[in-house]
């Protein structure tokens, strides 16, 4: 009996395993591509293949007896298909050597899954100077209401309690004068989550009313705010250097001007983040029309005034010479260093990585420097990491709220929906970088910032528990998760954060930060002199090697 079940179950294996390979197939160069439902274009260049899902789930909802067009659009292919509720699709994408298993599931549209049950035109209202009290009411409630039912991360904020928050900003909202001054407070409000993927954005019509930034760059470095980079090289002939210190803004001590002017809209979920949001990003943003007054301590440590004028986002980004995704040089030791400084997928690292990796491969050892890196899409990262290991690695472990209403009324707990850290195959591996494709086995760092965040951490997530290398720098930015994104009225937005990432095993990094093996900081000395000490200290370890 037991051998004819063994007999039963090869057979069905065999059958399911010819199955797959009759499946219509498409190729893609790219590992981010399109879907398109009907005539609306869902991902543009955004859908991520993951051969490692096997299958890929794509979840959509048609209404009953109708049928939806659907198509996935690579670099040089296309495939769709007319789904109708209550079935499955699948088919194959082919990503060099992996196959990606893709499986289209079709559900019926239920009144609960419409986009305009949950974003009714009702609450989408064009821009206005000064929208209505009732527009600025709906807007606070709305994002009240889908921050309680879905934030994911109220654990690390014990102290908040979100109701009572709410009404003390109702008065707040309704003394607002404009729709600017509305949209500060409800950032004030937001910023109450203290989280790096919860947000509320302005209307594009208000940008340079907050936007407006002078032409240089700035950062909280030693404990001081210091001058980072000078866009304008004209302001270089009228005094202003790196590594000079910022005394005040517009007359105030400028950490008194940024905890009043700064830090009450800015929610991030650790203090480096906090830090580096407040005093690099957004320290000196304003409107266009009002210039900003500085008291700057030179080198011989006499200080002197200058005021600047606030350039437009199209204006800074005439002088700002745009940061390519990927870099490499070599170093002195024959030491590579790789600068990755996005995972977006339209910026395709992992190719650019790729197409590199030759010369990678001669190296004796490999720096990559993930300190500018804000993120992405995490497969970006896991293909990059497919080059420098051969062995098995685990991705984040991640949760999310899985409200029941009829739980709720029966005092039962409501549960949350978890899924454990997907596992990249040895096979997935050999199909990210190609088959005959050697492993870089020479040592490895990787340096960070608080800057590193979201995909980049994932990246880190997985490469930390592998030990093939240190982690030199500051402890990354402790934010990662799927944002679910809301209108607001007025023409604004929100995202707020639906999912709690960790470590596979479910070590904490969301709230902390991965945590780097030896702690480098950068020094005011590093602007003025052009050095890298935490580069440098990278260095040191590889000649202990």
Request: aromatic share 10%; hydrophobic share 40%; proline share 5%.
């Amino acid at each position: 009996m037991k051998c004819i079940k063994l007999f039963l179950i090869s057979i069905l294996f065999i059958i399911a395993a010819n199955a797959q390979d009759k499946l219509p197939i498409i190729k893609s160069n790219v590992s981010a591509i399109s879907v398109q439902e009907d005539e609306i274009v869902k991902y543009r260049n955004s859908w991520t293949l993951s051969p490692e899902a096997n299958p890929d789930i794509y979840d959509i909802s048609v209404e009953k007896g109708k049928t939806k067009r659907i198509s996935f659009i690579t670099d040089v292919d296309k495939i769709s298909f007319e789904v109708e509720a209550g079935k499955k699709y699948d088919f194959i994408i082919q990503l060099g050597e992996a196959m990606c298993h893709t499986q289209i599931v079709a559900h019926e549209l239920n009144f609960w899954s419409k986009y305009e049950f949950w974003e009714s035109p009702a609450l989408k209202t064009p821009y206005q100077t000064n929208i209505s009290d009732q527009e600025k009411m709906a807007g606070l409630s709305k994002f009240w209401s889908e921050a309680k039912y879905n934030f994911v991360n109220f654990q690390l904020v014990p102290e908040l309690d979100w109701d009572k928050t709410f009404l003390e900003f109702i008065p707040k909202v309704l003394a607002t004068k404009s729709t600017l001054e509305y949209y500060k407070v409800l950032q004030m409000f937001c910023a109450k989550l203290k989280d790096g993927h919860t947000n509320v954005f302005v209307p594009s019509e208000l940008n340079d009313e907050i936007f407006g930034k002078p032409a240089i760059a700035t950062r909280l470095v030693e404990d001081r705010i210091i001058i980072t980079y000078i866009l304008d090289e004209s302001l270089k002939t009228e005094g202003l250097k790196v590594g000079q210190e910022i005394l005040e803004i517009d007359g105030i001590p400028v950490k008194k001007y940024a905890e009043e002017n700064v830090s009450p809209y800015v929610g991030e979920s650790t203090s480096q983040a906090f830090d580096s949001t407040v005093y690099q990003f957004y320290l000196l943003n304003g409107a266009i029309n009002k210039s900003v007054e500085l008291k700057i301590k030179s080198s011989d440590g006499n200080s002197f005034v200058k005021t600047l004028p606030r350039l437009s986002i199209s204006e800074r980004n005439k002088l700002v010479t745009p940061r390519p995704p990927f870099e490499m040089k070599m170093l002195e030791g024959n030491i590579a260093l790789v600068r990755v400084h996005t995972m977006n997928d339209s910026a395709h690292a992992d190719q650019l990585f790729a197409d590199n990796y030759p010369k990678i491969e001669k190296s004796d050892a490999l720096i990559l420097d993930l300190r500018e890196n804000g993120g992405g899409s995490s497969g970006i990262g896991y293909r990059i990491l497919a080059f420098l290991t051969d062995k098995p690695f685990k991705t984040s472990s991640w949760f999310t709220r899985d409200y029941r209403p009829a739980f709720r009324a029966w005092a039962k707990p409501q549960e949350k929906y978890s899924a454990e850290a997907a596992e990249i195959s040895e096979k997935v591996l050999i199909g990210y970088r190609g088959e005959g494709t050697k492993v870089y086995r020479k040592p490895i760092i990787v340096l960070t910032s608080p800057r590193t965040g979201s995909a980049a951490e994932d990246f880190l997530v997985a490469f930390k528990p592998l030990k093939r290398g240190l982690i030199i720098g500051e402890a990354s930015n402790g934010s990662t998760g799927q944002p679910l994104v809301i209108s607001l009225p007025g023409g604004g937005s929100a995202r707020i954060c639906s999912k709690h990432d960790t470590f596979a095993d479910g070590t904490a990094f969301v709230g902390v930060g991965v945590i780097p093996d030896i702690l480098a900081k950068p020094k005011i000395s590093d602007f003025i002199e052009g050095k890298d000490s935490v580069l440098e200290i990278a260095l040191g370890e590889l000649k202990k090697k």
